[in-house]
């Protein structure tokens, strides 16, 4: 167990990132949980990735260690608690399921007021259209399968989605001088 192994500091870690293992698999396929790489004893689906300015690798560990290594009691927690949030947000959408428009060729679903569609391209990819736009790539992913291109709809959904009364403060907004305001 690597607590007690000669030469890894205990404390003084900055967690540079974490990472929710479920969050890129598929609906039928199961978590691939990790190992706590300082104790051995966490089963994690949520990885802390720590780093230390004294030693040479990063360890990917569960949240009890990462407070421990870091001192830090409260973000960790809340870090997971963000990821997860996330995560019922996402399954939220997917619950939510895809029309398909036999005639436009596209799969299509409102959700929470706005419409996302996705449709393949005719070179064989996806493309998918949300807030006047439209996206065949997504952090440079391409969408080169339904699967992808769903993945990429709630991220995008996430990123740019706007509520009614952001809408009408935009159409306001846009509208004012109409007005002579
Ligand atoms: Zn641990």
């Avoid at 969050?23 to 199961?30: A, F, K, L, M, Q």
């Avoid at 569960?62 to 399954?91: F, I, Q």
Wanted: proline letters at 3%; one cysteine or more; glycine letters at 6%.
């Amino acid at each position: 167990m690597t607590w007690s192994k000669e030469g890894i500091p205990h404390k003084g870690w900055d967690c540079i990132d974490v990472v929710d293992l479920a969050e890129n698999i598929d609906r039928t396929s199961d978590i691939p949980y990790e190992q706590c790489e300082m104790c051995g004893n966490e089963r994690i689906r949520f990885v802390h990735i720590m780093r230390h300015p004294q030693y040479p690798h990063e360890l990917r560990v569960g949240c009890v260690c990462a407070e421990k290594m870091s001192g830090d009691y409260v973000n960790p927690r809340k870090a997971e608690d963000t990821l997860r949030k996330r995560a019922s947000r996402r399954k939220n959408f997917n619950n939510t399921e895809w029309r398909f428009n036999p005639e436009k060729q596209t799969y299509s679903k409102k959700y929470k007021g706005e419409y996302i569609t996705i449709k393949r391209s005719r070179y064989g990819n996806f493309g998918i259209f949300f807030a006047n736009k439209i996206f065949w790539n997504y952090n440079g992913r391409k969408f080169n399968s339904f699967d992808s291109a769903e993945q990429a709809a709630f991220e995008i959904f996430e990123e740019f989605h706007t509520t009614q009364a952001d809408r009408e403060r935009q159409y306001w907004l846009s509208h004012r001088n109409d007005y002579g305001e």
